[in-house]
């Protein structure tokens, strides 16, 4: 059974940062791209960021310049830090795992999801 467990969450005032971390029980970890999204109070589920099983990344336009997501492959963990956030920012943020490690697993989401973690940005 895949499990991601997402930690990292919590009240930051606007222009503040936090990082996540998104930690995988999956043995072919190194094999998966990986993908960062959140869901907005009544919006759907949007993506975030990507990065593959080689390293590239790839953002959401909101994302650019703010957002930086890493893996550490020795660690099984995905990390997504976000710097200047905005109360737009405000969101239940979740860790997917790829159905691949290309650029689609990076970019779509596959089929297991970590639990969400909040992030609250105030103004």
Known sequence: ??????SGGGLVQAGGSLRLSCVVSESIFSHRSFGWYRELPGKQREWVAGV?????????????????IS???AKNTVVLQMNH??????AVYYCNLGSSG?????????PYWGQGTQVTVSS
Do not use: H
């Open 52 to 68: 593959t099983d080689g390293a590239t990344t790839y953002y959401a336009d909101f994302a650019v310049d703010r957002f930086t």
């Open 85 to 90: 956030l905005k109360p737009e920012d405000t």
């Open 1 to 6: 059974q895949v499990q991601l467990v997402e």
């Open 102 to 110: 290309s650029y689609w697993g990076a970019r779509r989401p596959g």
């Open 71 to 73: 893996r550490d492959d």
